[in-house]
Structures are given as C-alpha cells and as structure tokens.
C-alpha cells in the first residue's frame, strides 16, 4: 500500500486519552505525565546510578554514536562487563580515539569501530550489510546517536535531518537488523529519546517542516517519534523474547546541542553554554538510565516502557498515543522502502 505524503489519510491528529485493552499493555506505573521540571531537579540532585552488577561475557552490543558523550561511556561501562562492543559512528576517527580512551580503563576491551551515517540509508544498508556477515548475534541494540537543534538540512534521502537521523535512520538499522536481534534471544532494543518530547507534535502532511521549520520544534518531534516507535516495536515484539526501553537521559553537558548558537541565535548558543557546563550531569552519570536498560536483570519482562533515572516513568499523553504509534510506523515503513 503506498501513502503518498500528500495523501489525505495523514492529517493532523486530535490526541485524546482512551483506556483501551491495548493500553492496559503498557500500564502506567506515575498517576500524572512527568513534569519537566522536577525530572529535571530530580536527576541534578538525585541521579540513580545503575547498581545491576551483570556481566555481559560473550554478548555482542551495538551502540549508534558510542564515539562520544553518554554513548562513549555506555560503550566504557558495557565493556568492562565482559560484551563485544560495537561502536557505530559516522567520524570514524573519532571511534579509535574512543577505543584508545576505553582501552585505558578496560583491560582487553572488545570494542570494534564500524562507521555509520544515519543521514544515509546506504551508509546505514553497508552498516547492516557488514553487522550481518561478520556478527552471529546482536544481544543489545543500543540507538544513542542524534543531532539537535540543527539549521534546516536534509538528509541524502532528502528528509529533515533530525526527524531523518534521530528516527527514520534508526529505524531502518533496527528493520535491517532485527531478524538477527530475534535469533539472539534475550536481546533488548534501546532508543535515547528525551523529554523533550512532550513539546513535540507530528504533521504527517509536512514531514519535512518546509512549512515552518524551527530546529527546536524538529527535535522535539524526533525525540516523541523515538518513544512512538519504542512503544509500537514492543506490541509487535511481544512473545518474541526481544524486548524494547526508551528513555530519557536527563541534561547532558555534551556537543549535542553545538547547533543551537547558528540554529537560533548566537547569544542563545553562548548562555546555552555556560548553563550546561554548570548545570547539566556529566555523560558518566547520563549514562546510567542506558547502562541500566540494557543490563539490570529485573526488566527482562518489561517492554515497551520510558525511564529517567533508571526508573520508569510517564511520557506525555501524546507518546502513549497507540494510533499516532502505528501511524508513524505505516509512514516510516513507506519512507525507508526504497532501501528494503
């Protein structure tokens, strides 16, 4: 079936809050959506630190943008807990210095580099290409790598690029990978999203946003995609003994906000800046909720959830949306068909 970006099917959609039977899947463990700013003063003050000693000898992980920020210390952390590393990042050269770092810390790391370019589905198909052949197994999934806050750009296949990279891009790798992830069961699949999404909002009619692009308003609606996508691959994952977690990792002082002194304005970029370096968590300690997603032995049964602090919590009403879901799913599924 093809859906056209200009069909008339994908209209704005009015959210609404329904308990339907497919809900009751996904229970929800906070009587409230989370509140930005006390997920915020909670994480500064309080942040958990993932306390599961598992030990990961003889799984195989693969981690999108682990060369740097909470990537780079989730790669460190999965390491040193015995797991074949892989390190997926499109500046290869600074996966080696990644690896050099780890090697430092870790005696006899595993950690391969294998350069990827989620702005491109034929960097993403030779990434797969290469993981298939060469891998039996994929235990962990681990999709961290994003752009943020970026000037209008588009990826090779020409979509938005935060909505291209943070999602779509991720989504095909997770497509092209996923009969492998089910062969390797217990796997999990992880998405990086953040609460930012609850300012988020999807118009299928203007994926691109050439109506009216601004790059914090392309984020935010990458980031809900993330936890849309997270929620649908675990209804269609279930009994399969993959399971799915997405997760806020809290403010990171990281470069994933170097855009925004262009994107926005220069003063922006600058108190942008000076507040990160003073308020924001470190990536060790942004890390922890995606360490513990992908180790911590009492989520083996739980799927589909969002986490921040290694705790679960409520995304916002519009990322528990189980037909906004599935009809990001139907449009992804058209967007990356040219590369199946």
Not at 70 to 91: F, N, W
Request: charged share 20%; glycine share 8%; hydrophobic share 35%.
């Amino acid at each position: 079936m093809e859906y056209p970006l200009t069909d008339s099917k994908f209209v704005e959609i009015e959210l609404e809050e329904e308990n339907t039977k497919e809900q009751e899947i996904y229970p929800l463990r906070t009587r409230r959506p989370a509140l930005g700013c006390f997920v915020y003063f909670r994480g500064f003050l309080f942040g958990r630190k993932c306390q599961s000693d598992a030990r990961l000898t003889g799984k195989t992980v693969i981690i999108t943008g682990g060369n740097t920020g909470i990537g780079k210390e989730t790669a460190l952390d999965l390491a040193s807990r015995g797991a074949k590393v892989i390190i997926a990042c499109r500046d290869v050269q600074k996966g080696y210095e990644a690896v050099n770092d780890i090697s430092e810390k870790v005696q006899k790391p595993n950690v391969v580099v294998k350069r990827l370019d989620l702005a491109s589905f034929a960097s993403i198909k030779s990434f797969a290409q290469d993981v298939l052949e060469n891998e039996p197994h994929i235990h962990v999934l681990i999709n961290n790598a994003g752009v943020a806050a970026c000037p209008q750009s588009f990826t090779e296949e020409g979509y938005e690029m935060q909505f291209g990279v943070n999602h779509l891009g991720h989504f095909l790798l997770t497509h092209l990978l996923l009969e492998r992830i089910k062969a390797s069961v217990p796997a999990r699949i992880i998405n990086v999203s953040s609460i930012a999404h609850i300012y988020g909002h999807i118009d299928f009619n203007d994926i691109n946003l050439n109506s009216n692009y601004r790059p914090i308003r392309a984020y935010c609606r990458s980031k809900l995609a993330n936890i849309l996508f997270t929620r649908e691959l675990a209804k269609r994952l279930k009994g399969t003994g993959v399971t799915t977690y997405c997760l806020h990792p809290g403010a990171i002082y990281t470069g994933l906000g170097q855009h925004l002194g262009t994107s926005t304005n220069k003063f922006i970029g600058r108190l942008y800046e000076a507040c990160s370096r003073l308020l924001f968590k470190s990536p060790l300690k942004g890390a922890q909720t995606t360490i513990h997603c992908a180790v911590e032995e009492q989520l083996a049964n739980e799927s589909g959830y969002y986490y921040c602090d290694c705790t679960v919590i409520n995304p916002s009403s519009k990322a528990q949306d189980d037909s906004l879901a599935r009809q990001l799913w139907d449009v992804s599924e058209y967007l990356i068909a040219q590369a199946l």
